[in-house]
């Protein structure tokens, strides 16, 4: 089991799990653990000669038992491929997986809080890179999605509406990327990352639970078209983490609005934003680049 310490300055939860030092560190493409095993070949995860969308529990949780569940959902059997590059069909299914998945995990003893989230990139330290995202089941509510919750609680007893739709309504074009289907994806005025961009329904969905056949087509739309953009925008694949948003599992916290946001950590094509003193010491973060402007380059991509 892994174990939980209780940082008291923060009010946070801190989890140590020792065994994940042994996790596979880049193995070349010939003993990828996420491709299909091939015939003559020594067996990977999956001990299938192909698949369309694979999902398993992570040998080297940060969680496991009692505390929750880690697992990995391979998007594609095309170890060279992407998300962003799979067919319109593929995306929609992908929304089907992580559906299920985020369905199953809530029902789990002592699950508080489900995350499907991707991190894409050697920049932000992927050790693997055939496409692939994870999803975590926490035995406590993560610190950003308290500090959400916390602040749409009081914004929806100070107003009675709900703080993200508000955020939504002041999102005015030149901030915006691209439109789907009761989807917006832009580039939040308040955003802490040069290329950071939130995906949201205009339709008050508390999780992807919520959504029906065509708002879970628009979805897998935008975000396709999104991660296009992105890896149009300097020529190359970006890298980026992709984090939901939705509300913990349960009846409360109708006030939350689902919402996805990534972080690419670049700032330009070949200059990272590193995160230092002001960021990692004090929270603070400090950009040297305005949402407008990026906004621009994106939906010029
Ligand atoms: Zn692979
Ligand atoms: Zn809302
Ligand atoms: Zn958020």
Redesign the pocket.
């Known amino acids: 089991m892994s174990e939980l310490r209780w940082h008291p300055l923060l009010g946070q939860w801190v989890t140590v799990a020792p065994w994940r030092q042994e996790r596979t560190y880049h193995p070349d493409a010939a003993h990828c653990p996420l491709c299909p095993t091939r015939p003559g070949r020594p067996p990977t995860e999956i001990p299938l000669p192909d698949y369309h969308i694979a999902v398993f529990e992570n040998r080297f949780p940060s969680y496991t038992g009692e505390q929750g569940r880690c697992e990995v959902v391979c998007y594609t059997a095309d170890h060279d491929s992407s998300l962003g590059a799979q067919p319109l069909q593929q995306v929609r299914d992908l929304v089907e997986v992580w559906q299920d998945r985020v369905r199953d995990l809530s029902r789990l003893e002592g699950v508080r809080y489900v995350f499907v989230f991707e991190n894409r990139g050697e920049e932000i330290g992927v050790t693997l890179s055939h496409p692939h995202g994870q999803i975590y089941a926490y035995p406590f509510v993560p610190p950003i999605i308290e500090t ?1 919750l916390a602040t749409g609680r009081a914004h929806q007893r100070k107003t009675g509406r709900c703080l993200y739709c508000d955020v939504l309504a002041g999102e005015i074009g030149v901030r915006r990327v691209v439109e789907e289907a009761g989807w917006v994806a832009f580039v939040p005025y308040f955003a802490r990352w040069p290329y950071e961009v939130h995906v949201a329904p205009h339709r008050h969905l508390g999780s992807l639970l919520d959504l029906d056949d065509a708002e879970a087509w628009g979805f897998a739309a935008v975000l396709k078209n999104l991660l296009q953009r992105y890896d149009r925008l300097f020529h190359k694949p970006l890298a980026y983490v992709m984090a939901m ?1 939705a509300r913990p599992p349960g009846r409360g916290h109708r006030y939350h609005h689902f ?1 996805v ?1 990534l972080y690419p950590p670049n700032r330009s094509a070949d200059k990272l934003k590193m995160l230092a003193g002001s960021e990692i010491g004090a929270g603070a973060f400090i950009l040297d680049v305005r949402a407008e402007e990026t906004a621009k380059q994106l939906r010029e991509a």
Do not use: L, P, Q, W
Request: glycine letters at 0%; aromatic letters at 0%.
């Open positions: 959400e948003h919402h946001e």
